[in-house]
């Protein structure tokens, strides 16, 4: 009798077939779970993404685009407000009656009021955000006392900015506004925002800047701002440190001019010099040099208002433009609420109320 039994066969090796087919259910039943955690994921995910039709529990792009088929910004434009690099505000919200005189937001905020003599502007009128100027004929508004808070030296950067409406049917050049003699002349120190017809382009955007060193500057938007709405323009001027081994002279700069909240054109110079002028400030009105050397008024005509002054070269133009860190960018609408000192109304106390690249030139004479 055999000592050691005979075990019992067991089942024959598996064919190359049935270990391959092995390997594939393992590989489906991995895909059916990373789906299955997915999917839970997702149902999880659910109640978050509903939330999102709420303002009150919206966030980031979802805020961004709620209300973007209605043509609701998230952040709509707003007036200005006072900061400490402002060193004037004019809202020129004033009502008719009360628009002789123009006052700098800054008097609410202790800082000079810098006080404009109104002559034959029209208060009142429907603005951007309230109330807006109206330029005709020739009227004008003046800064009555210069003052060393308008100097722009070789070391201090400047931005000028302001919301115009010109009048469609207007084309002859205007200064917007301007601290310059003559706008355009380079024994003239100074700057201005001017709107006319330049480079055969009705209602262009112009910057013109001198140092009264022969060092002049021109800049154009090159675009027609007679299309009836209202449009953001501003220029910057930065003041750059001079380089190692920069001949003798002032330091170098870079001038921007802005539409709309976009940089249109920007010019780097060498050397700029200062750019203070004895002339008073204006809005509305200045003197434009002819090709035959006499001087002829520039008068703007349209709608005038949020006119700023900056001793910085500002990057961004909120809330004016209604752009911030917004994902989309989203910006447009007109909104009339302003901010104002605490423990103020929204519109100044009493009867008054507050509230890419084209060509240039450079020249030296």
């Known amino acids: 009798m055999d000592a050691h039994p005979r075990r019992a066969a067991g089942p024959a090796p598996p064919s190359p077939d049935a270990w391959h087919l092995t390997a594939l259910l393992g590989n489906l039943a991995k895909v059916l779970w990373v789906i299955g955690h997915d999917y839970e994921d997702l149902t999880g995910r659910l109640p978050e993404v509903a939330d999102q ?27 200005h407000t006072w900061d400490e690099d402002t060193v004037a505000l004019y809202h020129l919200d004033e009502a008719p009656g009360e628009d002789a005189a123009v006052v ?22 429907t603005g951007r955000f309230s109330r807006a100027f109206a330029f005709t004929g020739s009227a004008h508004v003046t800064l009555d006392t210069d003052t060393p808070d308008f100097a722009a030296g070789t070391d201090t950067s400047l931005t000028v900015e302001a919301v115009v409406r010109p009048e469609t049917g207007a084309t002859r050049t205007g200064a917007v506004v301007a601290k310059r003699a003559v706008l355009n002349a380079a024994a003239s120190p100074g700057w201005a925002l001017a709107i006319g017809t330049f ?21 154009y938007a090159d675009r027609d701002l007679g299309d009836g709405a209202f449009h953001h323009v501003a220029a910057t001027v930065e003041r750059l440190p001079s380089p190692d081994g920069a001949p003798p002279g002032p330091p170098p700069a870079l001038i921007g001019l802005h539409l709309d909240g976009d940089e249109v054109v920007r010019q780097r110079v060498a050397q700029l010099g200062a750019l203070t002028s004895p002339q008073p ?30 001793r910085t070269a500002r990057t961004s133009f909120a809330p004016v433009t209604g752009r911030t860190t917004s994902t989309t960018g989203l910006a447009c609408a007109c909104s009339s609420a302003g901010s104002y000192p605490p423990g103020t109304a929204s519109k100044r106390p009493s009867t ?14």
């Not at 792009?61 to 709620?66: G, T």
């Not at 700098?104 to 009128?125: D, K, M, Q, Y």
């Not at 480079?199 to 800049?219: K, M, Q, Y």
């Not at 703007?300 to 700023?308: K, N, S, Y």
């Open 281 to 310: 400030l204006a809005f509305g009105q200045g003197q434009e040099a002819a090709p035959d050397g006499t001087t002829t008024l520039a008068q703007f005509t349209g709608l005038l208002e949020e006119v700023r002054i900056s």
């Open 53 to 79: 039709r709420s303002a009150r529990t919206a966030r980031g792009a979802s805020l961004d685009l709620l209300g973007l088929d209605l043509g609701a910004p998230r952040f709509p434009p707003r007036p």
């Open 104 to 125: 700098s937001v800054g008097e609410l905020f202790g800082a000079p009021g810098h006080r404009c003599t109104n002559t034959g502007a029209r208060g009142g009128r």
């Open 199 to 219: 480079r055969e382009i009705d209602h262009n955007l112009r910057l013109s800047l001198a140092d009264g060193d022969g060092r002049t500057v021109e800049l």
């Open 352 to 365: 008054r109320q507050s509230r890419r690249r084209g060509p240039s030139r450079t020249t030296r004479a």
